[in-house]
């Protein structure tokens, strides 16, 4: 879409401030920022300035609906903006982090996506029922449960196809876990669609620190992130921080306090529903580390 200033676009492509604009038509435009000016990410609808033929500068972001990403005490990572659903790899080997994962989790539900949990490497059948057992929780949290082996390329789109027409999903994993499998998988262009992106920038030992959007011959989207091994949260508030966990959310009624904080208040339904087993321990200790690493991050 043209409009007085530019012309409207979605950005498919990221690394580092160099980005990859797809036009109603298809067609990809080289981009950058101005300056120093930075801030774009994956699926945000922007306005850009043509330069000539197939470069162009990205004059604006249009308002989003949401943006996903994580920050510590040093910098901000952006994952992917205007998405419907995170697919949050895992598998039984190797271990994946509880820590990492609850963090994902904590995410997703605060930018108002829909997390659903991929365990991966279902073929390693003696290690999945103590997986599935890790995992188990995660479902009373609203976060879907799917089993597969991306290996197995017919039964991933049987099982993944419904799940992915029509919306844009972003996958989200450690390293190690097969998110690169289930991409191929998925999208068996992925490989030499992110090779020519690279080279176009000149880029091509980078490639795994780029982030790209790939349309999905069954409908919808799939964006492809870097793994982490590390997911700070400190973008939050409290009360987002909070509402990241939706089984506090009854317990939060029977409060003594408005302001209770649920660390150690006397008359905290949080902790009076923990002491009857309906919030886990661990969970709680979670919400705890990322409290304090925020409240640690605000005195500094």
Do not use: W
């Not at 580092?16 to 298809?26: K, N």
């Amino acid at each position: 879409m043209a409009t007085d200033a530019g012309i409207q676009g979605r950005v498919v492509a990221a690394h580092g401030r160099h980005y990859t604009v797809e036009l109603a038509d298809r067609t990809l435009r080289q981009c950058f920022t101005r300056g120093k000016k930075s801030g774009p990410t994956v699926g945000d609808l922007v306005v850009v300035l043509p330069q000539g033929s197939s470069e162009g500068v990205i004059d604006r972001i249009l308002p989003r609906r949401n943006l996903l990403y994580r920050s510590d005490a040093t910098r901000s990572k952006q994952f992917a903006s205007n998405i419907d659903q995170t697919l949050i790899v895992l598998a039984p080997e190797p271990d994946f982090s509880e820590d990492l994962t609850g963090r994902a989790l904590v995410a997703s539900r605060s930018a108002g996506v829909q997390p659903i949990i991929i365990l991966n490497k279902a073929d390693l059948t003696h290690k999945l029922a103590a997986a599935h057992q890790r995992i188990g929780p995660y479902e009373g949290l609203g976060a879907a449960v799917i089993t597969l082996s991306a290996l197995d390329t017919e039964q991933t789109h049987r099982i993944m196809d419904p799940v992915l027409r029509g919306r844009s999903s972003l996958l989200l994993g450690q390293s190690g876990m097969g998110k690169s499998t289930l991409l191929n998988a998925l999208v068996p262009q992925a490989h030499a669609a992110t090779r020519a992106h690279s080279e176009s920038l000149g880029s091509g030992r980078h490639t795994t620190t780029a982030t790209r959007l790939y349309h999905l011959a069954s409908g919808g989207d799939l964006i492809d992130s870097p793994g982490f091994q590390a997911f700070g949260l400190q973008h939050l508030s409290p009360p987002e921080i909070v509402y990241g966990f939706p089984e506090f959310t009854l317990a939060i009624e029977h409060c003594r306090f408005y302001n209770c904080t649920h660390q150690h208040e006397p008359g905290c339904g949080v902790l009076a529903a923990m002491a009857r087993g309906e919030i886990q321990p661990a969970r709680h200790e979670l919400y705890l580390r990322i409290l304090a690493e925020n409240q640690a991050a605000q005195r500094y």
